[in-house]
């Protein structure tokens, strides 16, 4: 049986090895999937602007060229972090444009504690602004507490509050996947930007993951993003 290195992004059920960076690469293969098995025709961007602990990110991804086309996912490094955000932020408008190509994006932005710094404007105006209906916005934020490789420790948590944008923050790299589904989920439903935190020791690690079509198993609220309310509390005081 013939195996290829590329199959830890194309194996759908069992088990694979990951390194962080790898298992954020397969993320948005993994949404782009999920959305075709729930007849929703979207596309991805990719963008933002490399530093550790997400160096290996933009090279790992332009390996994958025609992976990611078949996906449906461009991945355009910027020239700076805000550049990425802007671009990602536009992304989150194609509904309101006729002729549109797909019914939503799923958007991811990548970059370090600083690059979060430097966006803090663009991501308190995209997270304010929202979402796409059918679309999804995801931070992949780089944090070196230890200043392995940056001139002062980061801690973006405290951006992101001052932004309105929820964080979820994996402890391994089988959450790196887990995590980053639900992230997206919680922003297609919520119409919030969410931000991924990640760290230099999952990045750079690597573990046995499980992958399965239905794993994560997620469930989404009655409520819809139209604001049609639930129907058990119609009757209430708050309506």
């Known amino acids: 049986m013939e195996m290829t290195l590329n199959e830890k992004y194309t194996v759908t059920t069992g088990r694979v090895?990951?390194?962080?960076?790898?298992?954020?690469?397969?993320?948005?293969?993994?949404?782009?999937?999920?959305?075709?098995?729930?007849?929703?025709?979207?596309?991805?961007?990719?963008?933002?602007?490399?530093?550790?602990?997400?160096g290996?990110?933009?090279?790992?991804?332009?390996?994958?060229?025609?992976?990611?086309?078949?996906?449906?996912?461009?991945?355009?490094?910027?020239?700076?972090?805000?550049?990425?955000?802007t671009a990602a932020m536009g992304s989150q408008i194609v509904h309101l444009f006729p002729g549109a190509r797909v019914d939503g994006v799923n958007s991811v932005w990548y970059g370090k504690g600083p690059g979060v710094d430097?966006?803090?404007?663009?991501?308190?105006?995209?997270?304010?602004?929202?979402?796409?209906?059918?679309?999804?916005?995801?931070i992949?934020?780089?944090?070196?507490?230890?200043?392995?490789?940056?001139?002062?420790?980061?801690?973006?948590d405290f951006a992101y509050v001052s932004a309105g944008v929820p964080v979820l923050y994996p402890s391994s790299v089988q959450e790196f996947l887990e995590f980053g589904l639900?992230?997206?989920?919680?922003?297609?439903?919520?119409?919030c930007w969410v931000a991924l935190k990640v760290v230099t020791n999952l990045c750079d690690g690597g573990s046995l993951v499980e992958v399965d079509p239905e794993?994560?198993?997620?469930?989404?609220?009655?409520?819809?993003?139209?604001?049609?309310?639930?129907q058990k509390i119609q009757d209430t005081t708050f309506l």
């Open 182 to 191: 639900h992230a997206f989920a919680l922003s297609r439903y919520s119409g």
């Open 56 to 85: 290996g990110y933009d090279l790992t991804l332009a390996r994958l060229g025609q992976l990611l086309q078949t996906h449906h996912i461009v991945h355009q490094p910027a020239v700076n972090e805000e550049g990425g955000a």
């Open 17 to 54: 090895y990951l390194t962080g960076i790898q298992a954020l690469v397969r993320l948005p293969l993994d949404q782009q999937r999920r959305d075709a098995r729930a007849g929703l025709r979207t596309g991805a961007l990719i963008t933002g602007y490399e530093g550790s602990p997400l």
């Open 215 to 230: 794993r994560p198993q997620i469930v989404i609220p009655e409520t819809l993003r139209d604001g049609t309310p639930y």
């Open 140 to 156: 992949l934020g780089g944090d070196d507490h230890n200043c392995k490789s940056s001139t002062l420790p980061h801690q973006s």
């Open 118 to 138: 430097r966006c803090g404007d663009i991501f308190k105006h995209a997270n304010f602004g929202g979402t796409g209906p059918q679309s999804a916005a995801l």
